[in-house]
């Protein structure tokens, strides 16, 4: 048997607007949405308590599905690849973007979620999924 653990949209906590102008686009009322209601609905407490359950279960893998953060800020993905790296090592940890953590990119630009998430796996998903693994067209 196959034990898989499914995190679905955790929007981690914990990040702060250093610059105001990063707020600029949509940022800006997804900043308000956190702000007014999002932070009272995805608690931290609760992601400790299923990874303290999920520690004392035997899984094969984990699958996270975004949306990891909630605006697309870079210090968002700092602190969801250092959470990332909690969840166990990159060969047992598959990590799918969410809208959120795509956000709102001009095309041709890299996604800001590529380079910190796929450094937080140290995995080499090119291997699995081809050179353009994340690219959206």
């Known amino acids: 048997m196959f034990a898989l653990a499914h995190l679905s949209d955790p929007h981690l906590a914990g990040w702060s607007v250093d610059r105001p102008a990063a707020l600029a686009n949509k940022r800006i009322t997804g900043w308000l949405s956190w702000r007014l209601n999002r932070h009272k609905i995805h608690l931290a407490r609760v992601l400790d308590l299923m990874?303290?359950?999920?520690?004392?279960?035997p899984i094969d893998h984990v699958a996270v599905t975004g949306d990891l953060v909630n605006i697309s800020l870079p210090q968002?993905?700092?602190?969801?690849?250092?959470?990332?790296?909690?969840?166990g090592p990159a060969d047992r940890v598959t990590v799918?973007?969410?809208?959120?953590?795509?956000?709102d990119?001009?095309?041709g630009e890299?996604?800001?979620?590529?380079?910190?998430l796929s450094a937080a796996?140290?995995?080499d998903y090119r291997s699995v999924f081809g050179p353009d693994w994340w690219t959206i067209d």
């Open 96 to 103: 799918i973007p969410g809208n959120h953590d795509i956000g």
């Open 110 to 116: 890299d996604l800001p979620c590529r380079q910190p």
């Open 121 to 123: 796996l140290l995995s």
């Open 76 to 87: 968002e993905f700092e602190g969801a690849a250092r959470w990332l790296r909690t969840l």
């Open 105 to 107: 990119n001009p095309p």
């Open 51 to 57: 990874q303290a359950d999920m520690a004392e279960q």
